[in-house]
């Protein structure tokens, strides 16, 4: 299906020039061709079928490891006495961060303006839906009897008992809830045009009805439209400061405690960072194989890989001043429990999981400085991969080397997983990737609408900034910057008259 | 799209010599009054005071100095008209770096100054052993050399990318916009760590028991919020003086009003994490630092008024579209956000500890007006005076024209 | 597709023409380039047209102020629904954890609020409610913006004549068109169609519609009756369970620790002559260390009477006064006080609440309890008083006499004279 596709580099462009977002010369028919052809074709791809059994395979391993749960209690993770959070909550956190990006993504790009969002913005919804889902799954089989999670609600009882609202666990449950509501809100407004165009292409009898139920009767009026844009931009300006917030309450889960290691001020914006970090791996690590995979090259170009390579250089390094100030912190403040925790993540029984977390999240990504590590993809793939397996240990670092260690040295443990806790954590990744392939199969993965407002075709009015095809974009390469070819810039040190 | 006629009235220079004038009289006065009253309140007062008036007039050209590098970092367009006010802000820096140098007079000469781990004496009598633990950061020697780097850092950049941006003006190079690029990202690592360990160093430091991870990110966010009241401020006097009438649009009010908004909820979101986890810890090695700021009527207010000034009065105000897109209410919201950035300052440098004897005897001095007025008009006479040499618009960017013809949704 | 020769496309249709029949709904007119779309609705704007619409498969840039579009009202419901929501989130943690149930006895039992500390924060604390009252905020206000989008572009509609065209199929993809309705007080069956030729159109459509009864088939109807019956019943069943008695023993789907396999105190079992299922110590026996044997010292009495001096065992010491002193302000000084005064810190709480059956606890420094003889105290310690609960479970006997000891140095402070104190320390006294 992708044979076809010739690969462009757009990445340069010559100031005042912006190179195209969307190459291959579409027009609006052939782009909705392209954007529609992994939904069309009669089958999806043979490496689609693969991946697809061995997320089920997974799934299953998920469903099994929650029934034998259930069916035994939490002991047979390997939680001990002071480690009594350990893999289950370092998977919700892993899971919830993963989500931020595709928030970040559809709703504080599309603040900015940036354009490029527009063909990466609904898979990584998609994306950030399937992480909530999976992080939702822990806290839930966390409590133990899972069967009383509803507990967490605000639901009057017999018992004339309320959950504590002064605790940062249930702002937890608002926080992921709101965020969760909020993003299937974001991910179907801004799908319901798509899922129109499906149902108008859509062949078969059953396809139509389906599709044609959930596109709502659009019909692209332009009234519609205002009011959507509108809807749109609302929604966008609420879900930026949320998804800072659900992070940051994440964050508070840990902070407000007296824990050294886990009281320190920076926790919510550099949890923030951290997700969203995190999530751009993750965003890469499907878009790579997608692209490839779907015949997408024209519409996902190096251009948007190279600014997702960059935002997860800037996340990345924003994660990695947190640790230089949690450092310094711990030294600074003279707090003999605070100092002893850091010594202990850097030097004690976990340093292997500290240093795996320090060479994957901050000199990993430092490689994204160099351009041929953000336009190869198995280059960025690997550095993506590095982060995704960084970003987990970092919570693991937080959650058990604070705990393990606190301040009572005669009830120090060392945490061991169990094999339940192993293959809980690979089968979360069963369910997430089993619910992305579906996606992609069976929904829009490109915001077609929105795309279409990219192309230079579509702006009724005469562009005063020209998009030049991409290829002009060689032309120029700073690299290849030869100073004595223009004008020296220190002649204009001169007075102007 | 042919503005060409307009634009040459628009990026001409303004003749400000009175302005620039009446603004250095009116900070060589302050300076001096400022001497004065610090001669009859005490030399305390007067440092600590300088320091208070001198990170705000800094913490307004770091910001610009931000900006500028943000704007060619993500390549920006829109904002092209409006990135030669926020150089010309950021040109401030060298002068900057003199007027810091009042503040290290004490030091050399042996005395405490404002930073009470300055003093052997202290360090000595500290019970809690904290300021002796400290010393290899917190000593006289190791703070100067923090501070000459921090300086040179930011001198070096601010006169990188002014110097650049305006030697475009003559040639039109666009390799210049590519080398402005190229150099914006490490810049902004730069900037992100010297920002950090300066407002450590001036404004954490003033208590040194105490401490917050955040506190960088605090001073930071601050700065910004100045920084676009600042802006807003600018550009609107800008076009009262018949300059940047077309090349500055109401959609660029919108975008200044919509990210000094943004940098507002940002503060607001970073001092509510700093409260709340201090708040909620009750850690006393924490609240120390809360504890003058609620500890009396006088400070309670200040506090309560920041809440309401710096965050619900402006949320409210700058929410809707339209004050954000009507010239004059957005320059009152930044004459506004200016004021309680001061504020902030006040709150951040002004209150100490109970209990270290040297309590001041009004928490507000005629010294503080002063040298605000002798900073701020100092700095203020520099801006004019270089708006007097150079164009106020950098006209031969490559992304001009973008600038000249975005539309906000 | 464009063949449609745009003279005959708007053939003279009437509307109304009667049952079953096709009729005539509006006239589409389609452009293959956003610019075209523009500058025809720029025209049919000013033609004084006001039933119609412009559909294309993005928004068009500036197409509001070609079709004369006001701003959408929808902000302010988005306002309105995030101030509710912000209201809400603070009234649900005021009521939840701060209102004291006791001011509102009308509202029912599980709905009253339950006031409970924790970490030593205030019932109200602001601080601690700003993330559940902005998480509520937004998701009022999404809700609101999403709910209030849908409802005022009238979606979902599902029945449209527009959608049945198959040239209007491309509305999604790469087409553009302008639909005018025939409700329209201006349109003209034959002036219409010769306005819209006018204006560049690639091709123009009348979009007909066959009018039926209008009625929902009889079939579906019932079903749909039947669903919602059926929806019905879960409830019901709830509502009868939560008002009816039953014998029976609750129905556990999951057993949690409800019933376990073991016998409660006082049960029957068949298995003894006695018919008792805990079995009492064989007779004549005792367990190891229960041997009591010495009431002096273990129960405070001497021949019965309460003993007016310590047993034989307590040595009174400064080291067991001091113990006795750690002891007691453990275990007593909470309500009786850290001077025996009876104003220990649940005391004076319990005063300050005006908690309702509350018995003050006693001074200790009262001249009837200077008076008791210390067996008497010992046995108020072991077996409690009034309110006061057995302290004998929790306080080793040993130190119950040290914490005497101790009672009685603290009555002898309060009233000592000069004659008490040493000598050598006279001086210090002031």
Not at chain 1, 43 to 53: D, L, M, S, T, V
Not at chain 1, 402 to 413: I, R
Not at chain 2, 347 to 354: K, N, S
Request: proline share 7%; net charge positive.
């Amino acid at each position: 299906m992708s044979s076809a596709v010739r690969e462009i580099d757009n990445t340069l462009d010559v100031p005042g020039q912006r190179a195209a977002l969307i190459t291959g010369g579409h027009d609006l028919g052939s782009l909705t061709d392209v954007a529609c052809a992994p939904w069309e074709a009669p089958r999806p791809p043979r490496a689609w079928y693969i991946a697809f059994g061995l997320s089920l395979a997974l799934l299953a391993v998920l469903g099994a490891m929650i029934g034998y749960l259930v069916l035994n209690g939490v002991g047979v993770w390997g939680l001990n006495n002071p480690t009594g959070w350990a893999f289950d909550i370092t998977n919700f956190v892993f899971w919830v961060g993963i989500g931020h990006a595709g928030t970040l993504i559809s709703a504080i790009l599309f603040l900015f303006r940036q354009k490029w969002r527009t063909s990466i913005n609904r898979f990584a919804e998609a994306m950030t839906i399937f992480a909530v889902v999976c992080a939702g799954v822990f806290p839930g089989i966390h409590v133990g009897r899972i069967w009383l999670a509803y507990w967490l609600a605000p639901l009057p009882n017999q018992m004339a008992m309320w959950p504590n609202f002064r605790s940062p666990l249930l702002w937890d449950v608002f926080a992921v809830g709101t965020y969760a509501t909020v993003s299937m809100l974001f991910w179907y407004v801004g799908m319901i045009p798509d899922l129109a165009t499906f149902r108008d292409r859509a062949r078969s009898k059953w396809k139509q009805v389906v599709y044609g139920l959930l596109a709502l009767g659009w019909t692209g009026s332009s009234r519609h439209w205002h009011r959507f844009e509108r809807a749109y931009l609302i929604l966008a300006a609420l879900a930026t400061p949320l998804v800072l917030s659900v992070h940051s309450v994440v964050s508070f889960d840990f902070a407000v405690s007296q824990l050294p290691g886990w009281h320190t001020t920076i926790f919510p914006p550099y949890f923030v960072a951290g997700a969203i970090f995190g999530g751009f791996a993750m965003v890469l690590t499907l878009a790579i194989p997608a692209r490839e995979l779907f015949g997408l090259k024209n519409i996902i170009t190096p251009r948007h890989l190279d600014n997702m390579c960059k935002i997860t250089l800037l996340t990345g390094s924003i994660v990695g001043y947190a640790y230089l100030l949690e450092f310094f912190t711990a030294w600074y403040s003279g707090n003999p429990y605070e100092s002893f925790v850091f010594k202990a993540r850097a030097l004690g029984p976990y340093a292997w999981a500290y240093w795996t977390m320090i060479g994957c999240n901050v000199v990993a990504p430092q490689l994204f400085w160099f351009k041929a590590f953000r336009t190869r993809v198995w280059l960025i793939l690997l550095v993506v991969m590095c982060v995704n397996i960084g970003m987990w240990f970092e919570r693991f670092v937080i959650i058990v080397t604070s705990l393990s260690q606190d301040f009572l040295p005669s009830s120090w443990d060392y945490f061991r997983p169990t094999w339940v806790d192993l293959l809980t954590l690979a089968g979360s990744f069963g369910l997430f990737f089993t619910l992305f392939l579906l996606f992609c199969r069976y929904l829009p993965m490109v915001a077609m609408a929105e795309v279409k407002t990219v192309l230079p075709l579509t702006d009724p009015r005469a562009h005063p900034h020209p998009h030049v095809p991409a290829t002009r974009a060689f032309d120029y390469n700073p690299d290849e910057f030869d100073p004595a070819a223009t004008s020296n810039p220190r002649d204009a040190r001169e007075e102007r008259p | 799209m042919n503005h060409a006629p307009d634009m040459s009235k628009d990026v001409r220079p303004i003749a400000t010599g009175r302005a620039a004038f009446c603004a250095a009289v009116v900070g060589a006065l302050g300076l001096a009054a400022g001497v004065l009253f610090g001669l009859r309140d005490g030399w305390d007062v007067f440092f600590r005071s300088y320091l208070l008036n001198y990170t705000y007039v800094l913490s307004l050209a770091l910001g610009a100095l931000f900006f500028v590098m943000l704007q060619h970092l993500v390549r920006a367009g829109w904002s092209v008209s409006l990135r030669r006010l926020a150089e010309l802000v950021a040109g401030t820096l060298p002068l900057l770096a003199v007027l810091f140098l009042p503040l290290l007079v004490p030091l050399l000469a042996g005395m405490p100054g404002v930073w009470e781990w300055a003093s052997a004496e202290a360090v000595a009598h500290d019970a809690s052993g904290l300021l002796r633990h400290k010393q290899p950061y917190l000593n006289v020697p190791f703070f100067i050399v923090r501070c000459v780097v921090c300086f040179a850092v930011w001198v070096g950049l601010a006169r990188y990318f002014v110097r650049r941006s305006v030697a475009q003006d003559a040639t039109g190079d666009v390799q210049l916009t590519v080398r402005m690029q190229w150099w914006s990202a490490p810049g902004m690592l730069l900037y992100g760590l010297t920002v950090t360990f300066f407002a450590i160093d001036a404004l954490m430091s003033l208590n040194p028991h105490w401490y917050s991870t955040i506190f960088g990110v605090y001073f930071f966010s601050g700065s910004l919020v100045g920084f676009f009241a600042l802006l807003a401020l600018l550009v609107y006097f800008v076009q009262r003086a018949g300059r940047l009438t077309h090349a500055v649009t109401v959609e660029h009010y919108h975008d200044v009003g919509k990210l000094a908004f943004g940098f507002v909820v940002f503060w607001a979101y970073i001092a509510f994490s700093q409260y709340l986890l201090i708040w909620y810890a009750n850690l006393p090695e924490e609240t120390v630092w809360y504890q003058p700021r609620q500890g009396d009527a006088w400070w309670t207010g200040v506090s309560l008024l920041l809440l309401l000034g710096h965050f619900v009065a402006p949320f409210a105000a700058l929410l809707s579209r339209w004050p954000k897109r009507r010239k004059g209410t957005l320059a009152c919201a930044g004459a506004w956000l200016l004021f309680m950035h001061w504020l902030d300052l006040y709150y951040l440098v002004i209150p100490r500890a109970h209990g270290h004897g040297h309590e001041p005897a009004a928490p507000l001095h005629l010294t503080d007006v002063a040298l605000l007025a002798g900073l701020a008009g100092v700095c203020v006479a520099a801006i004019l005076r270089a708006m007097a040499r150079q164009a106020l618009l950098p006209e031969r960017d490559p992304r001009l024209n973008e600038a000249l013809s975005f539309e906000n949704i | 597709m464009n063949g449609a020769s745009p003279a005959n496309a708007g053939g003279p249709q009437r509307p109304g023409t009667g049952r079953g029949g096709p009729v005539l709904r509006g006239l589409l007119v389609e452009f293959d380039s956003p610019g075209a779309l523009i500058t025809a609705a720029e025209r049919v704007r000013d033609a004084g047209y006001t039933r119609w619409d412009t559909h294309s498969p993005f928004p068009v840039h500036g197409i509001d102020a070609a079709m004369g579009i006001r701003p959408t009202r929808l902000p302010w419901i988005v306002l309105a629904l995030g101030v509710i929501g912000c209201i809400t989130g603070l009234a649900l943690q005021w009521w939840t954890n701060a209102a004291d149930a006791r001011h509102f006895p009308w509202v029912p039992v599980h709905l009253q609020g339950y006031t409970f500390h924790v970490s030593g924060k205030p019932l109200f604390s602001l601080p601690a409610n700003i993330p559940v009252i902005f998480e509520m905020t937004v998701l009022l206000a999404a809700l609101g913006a999403v709910v209030g989008m849908l409802a005022m572009n009238n979606l979902p509609l599902h029945h449209r004549p527009l959608l049945a065209l198959t040239r209007f199929k491309r509305a999604t993809c790469d087409r553009f068109f302008v639909y005018v309705d025939a409700a329209d007080p201006r349109f003209d069956p034959a002036g219409t169609p010769e306005f819209l030729a006018t204006l560049g159109a690639a091709a123009i459509e009348p979009v007909e519609e066959v009018v039926d009864s209008g009625r929902l088939p009889r079939g579906l109807t019932i079903a749909g009756l039947f669903i919602v019956c059926l929806a019905l019943l879960p409830p019901l069943l709830a509502a009868k369970a939560r008002v009816s008695k039953s014998e029976q023993p609750r129905f556990n789907i999951i057993a949690d620790m409800d019933n376990q396999e073991r016998f409660k105190a006082q049960q029957a079992h068949a298995l003894f002559a006695d018919g008792r299922a805990s079995r009492p110590p064989v007779a004549g026996t005792l367990a190891r260390g229960d041997l009591r044997g010495d009431p002096h010292f273990y129960e405070g009495r001497v021949a019965g009477e309460f003993a007016a001096t310590f047993p034989p065992q307590v040595q009174i010491t400064e080291g067991s006064i001091r113990r006795g002193q750690q002891r007691f302000n453990i275990y007593c000084a909470p309500c009786h006080g850290l001077g025996g005064a009876g104003d220990g810190i649940v005391a004076q709480r319990a005063l300050n609440l005006d908690t309702p059956g509350w018995v003050a606890p006693t001074s200790l420094l009262d001249p009837l309890v200077v008076e008791r003889p210390v067996g008497h105290l010992f046995n108020t310690i072991t077996n409690g008083i009034r309110t006061m609960p057995p302290y004998g479970d929790q306080i080793a006997e040993m130190d119950r006499w040290a914490i005497i000891a101790y009672v009685r140095t603290l009555e002898r402070s309060q009233n000592a004279r000069l004659e008490d104190v040493p000598a050598e320390l006279r001086s210090e006294l002031r």
